[in-house]
């Protein structure tokens, strides 16, 4: 009965492993996209035209080493615009049609910031620190739109002149193949970015309610009927998955001295993305795919080609 007991229980591990992503044959069977048939988080095996090309450093440390002990701060206050209008998070917010959307959930995560060197040289890696100039757990940042204290990115960096930055949306693998259970925050439950679909972390989530309403509408503008009700992007447990984005414009830190900048998170883009015709059936999301995962999965890949981060003139 022993052997029995031990049997069954194999075999449900092995199905578990399968469904989890972990059979290689599996997953080596993909559609245009190179996804798997199995679990594959919000994404596929292949980058899908979006992935990072991951981290050297594959810890996944809550006190990561410091590049360096002096330098500038950039600060950049991330503020949320849709319409080229300020983006009113819990607040009805105006669409063109004579619409509105009320924004109920928005969270992401950045992270393996870059600062950029004109001329095609090599960009520089930075820390992402706190107010008190220490880096944040897991050289991560979380933006939660109900937060105010989340919404500053802070980096530090050499003094220089530089043509922009890039960073990761979202978390490095080796963090995202933890259990939030042996994390702390901003990788934990609380902060509702574990991935309700499979294993690992949601990179990005929005939930927002939409109305519409009669009337026309300036061309090109936002409308209701094109807003998703929630957008969840993820990755994979299995591979470094996490898209990055890249943000032109120019920053002059001081020496020994602070700059800061505003960056706009431009909604429409997200929207933009999320909504795109990208064929995303190649992909099985869970158990079962869902229209916010799959709308996830349609910004993860498209997020690179969008101009859904811009710093202020």
């Not at 449900?12 to 679990?39: E, I, N, T, Y």
């Not at 799959?294 to 003139?313: D, K, Q, S």
């Amino acid at each position: 009965m022993k052997w029995q007991s031990l049997a069954v229980l194999l075999a449900q591990a092995a199905a578990l492993a399968g469904v989890l992503g972990c059979s290689s044959d599996a997953r080596s069977r993909g559609g245009p996209g190179g996804g798997a048939a199995g679990l594959s988080g919000a994404s596929n095996l292949s980058s899908g035209g979006g992935g990072s090309a991951g981290s050297t450093d594959s810890a996944c440390l809550e006190n990561p080493t410091p590049r360096r002990s002096q330098g500038s701060v950039l600060s950049l206050p991330l503020q949320l615009v849709m319409d080229g209008k300020p983006f009113v998070f819990g607040q009805p917010n105006a669409l063109a049609d004579g619409g509105s959307l009320v924004p109920l959930n928005l969270r992401f995560y950045i992270s393996e910031v870059e600062l950029l060197r004109a001329g095609g040289q090599a960009s520089i890696p930075v820390d992402v620190v706190t107010t008190s100039g220490v880096s944040e757990p897991y050289g991560v940042h979380f933006f939660n739109a109900e937060d105010g204290d989340s919404s500053t990115l802070r980096v530090l960096a050499p003094p220089g002149d530089y043509a922009g930055l890039s960073f990761a949306l979202g978390i490095k693998l080796s963090c995202n193949q933890q259990t939030p259970a042996s994390l702390t925050d901003p990788l934990t439950d609380s902060s509702q970015m574990t991935w309700p679909h499979t294993g690992g972390f949601l990179f990005l989530r929005y939930e927002g309610r939409s109305a519409s309403a009669d009337g026309g509408g300036s061309a090109g503008a936002t409308s209701a009927h094109e807003i998703p009700a929630a957008v969840h992007m993820g990755g994979n447990i299995t591979q470094e998955l996490v898209p990055r984005v890249t943000v032109p414009g120019a920053l002059s830190l001081p020496m020994g001295g602070r700059l800061e900048k505003s960056m706009s998170v431009v909604m429409d883009e997200i929207f933009k993305g999320a909504t795109s015709n990208i064929d995303v059936s190649d992909v099985a999301i869970g158990l079962l795919s869902t229209p916010e995962a799959e709308a996830g999965e349609r910004l993860r890949r498209e997020l690179p080609a969008l101009h859904a981060f811009v710093l202020e003139p």
